[in-house]
């Protein structure tokens, strides 16, 4: 699967109403998650992340919410925040802007939250003109490519370690299919970070 680790830089100003990555800071990391919250792989996430004292956002699929009220909560009582990332993964491309927005809006009433990531990065001008008065879109500079089932752990982590730097959007997935990478990277994901000195925060 053909698939970009890393955003490049000359395509984000064709795009520059929409969020890539964070300037300004100088020691931190944007770790998010996306898909969840997912049983048996969520709390497994949120667990390491209190391990390491670091802080996440995850953009939650509405459907998922509904499904899994409370371990949505425990996102939220363990001090990350959430995103929409509508109600049953939509991809913008293949809908119209009416339903794209129907189906933000319907995710929106169970994730209460001004940040919103479109499902496969795949999102319409007209449809994010009609989302970004009440939405900031967060995309991503850093993709660890998890969900693939030909990776290992180790694949996940050496995409990262090439190219994070401080302010970097990085998107794993708290899903099944990237269940074994996500678990297996993580943690050491986070050591790589601690040793540099960078500090893994929410979206602010």
């Not at 990531?117 to 939405?135: D, E, T």
Request: net charge positive; hydrophobic share 40%; aromatic share 10%.
């Amino acid at each position: 699967m053909v698939y970009l680790a890393k955003t490049p830089d000359i395509l984000k100003p064709l795009a520059g109403d929409l969020i890539w990555s964070l300037g300004g800071v100088s020691n931190k990391v944007y770790l998010t998650f996306d898909d969840g919250p997912t049983p048996g792989v969520t709390d497994k996430v949120l667990d390491i992340l209190d391990e390491y004292g670091a802080k996440a956002t995850f953009f939650c699929i509405g459907g998922n919410v509904s499904s899994n009220p409370k371990l949505y909560q425990d996102i939220l009582a363990r001090g990350h925040r959430v995103g929409n990332h509508t109600w049953n993964h939509m991809n913008g491309w293949q809908f119209s802007d009416f339903s794209y927005l129907r189906n933000t809006l319907e995710c929106a009433e169970v994730v209460d939250s001004d940040l919103f990531r479109p499902p496969y990065g795949r999102i319409k001008r007209s449809q994010v003109k009609s989302l970004k008065a009440r939405f900031k879109i967060i995309m991503w500079d850093v993709l660890p490519g998890d969900w693939i089932a030909s990776k290992r752990p180790e694949d996940c982590l050496a995409t990262v370690k090439r190219h994070t730097k401080p302010g970097s959007i990085i998107v794993f997935h708290d899903s099944i299919k990237a269940k074994e990478n996500v678990l297996g990277a993580l943690p050491a994901t986070l050591e790589h970070f601690r040793g540099k000195g960078w500090e893994c925060a929410a979206l602010p």
